[in-house]
């Protein structure tokens, strides 16, 4: 198994205040996911790292940030934490050393906002 | 734009009948597709994927998916269903020269029946 791990897993926050998920592999590779997953809507990716401090944006990401200050840390944060964040947030990283389209998932952090 | 579209959102079967789960997808070019399988409280593993080539294509766990341009098709098939095999089941689109970025379908949950 690929070794990735997601903190913490559970997290009960409040509207407006600020939150951070981490993912943490061991891999060593350079591309690294978050995946939001909501019924109905599948995963949509919210960002991606090719590199430490190199990201882009995926297909929702208003309300969020992420930071990579090392290769096996992917930091997500929702500034202003809303109700509609409320979801389960995977991490991913590629099954190679590149790009990939093969990704292997962490455990995921389930995340509700009051 | 490229979409993924999972037509049934839930289905049974009993154990050790066949099944088939559908994915039809929107895509310009040659896609590249694959199948992701979830079990409960987990994360997603890949079962098996299409780059070209063969266009059945074998998986692990005794899947099979067909890719079928013409109806722009990659449904997943097994012959005989196990009761291990009860899990959400995600049919995605790789998107070309975007770091690895997947389109997921919305997904199907499998409940077998023994």
């Known amino acids: 198994d690929a070794g990735i791990t997601q903190s913490p897993r559970h997290k009960v926050t409040e509207t407006g205040t600020p939150v951070t998920l981490r993912c943490h592999q061991t891999?060593?590779?350079?591309?690294m996911y978050w995946y939001r997953q909501d019924p109905g809507h599948g995963l949509r990716l919210i960002h991606y790292s090719y590199g430490v401090k190199d990201t882009d944006k995926g297909e929702v990401s208003d309300g969020y940030s992420v930071s990579r200050s090392k290769t096996e840390d992917f930091l997500l944060t929702l500034e202003s934490a809303t109700s509609s964040q409320t979801s389960v947030y995977f991490c991913a990283i590629s099954a190679r050393d590149r790009a990939s389209y093969e990704q292997y998932f962490g455990p995921g952090t389930r995340l509700t906002v009051t | 734009a490229q979409s993924v579209t999972q037509p049934d959102i839930h289905i049974t079967v009993s154990e050790g009948a066949s099944l088939e789960l559908r994915c039809n997808y929107s895509?310009?070019?040659?896609?590249?597709l694959f199948w992701y399988v979830q079990s409960p409280g987990q994360g997603l593993q890949l079962l098996l994927k299409?780059?070209?080539?063969?266009?059945l294509v074998q998986g692990i766990k005794g899947f099979e998916a067909e890719f079928k341009r013409s109806q722009s098709s990659f449904n997943l098939r097994k012959p005989s269903v196990h009761w291990s095999d009860a899990a959400e089941y995600f049919c995605?689109?790789?998107?070309?020269?975007?770091?690895?970025?997947?389109?997921f379908g919305q997904g199907t949950e499998l409940s077998v029946k023994p």
């Open positions: 891999e060593n590779h350079r591309y």
């Open positions: 895509y310009g070019a040659t896609p590249y």
């Open positions: 299409y780059f070209s080539g063969d266009t």
């Open positions: 995605a689109v790789g998107v070309d020269n975007q770091g690895g970025k997947l389109i």
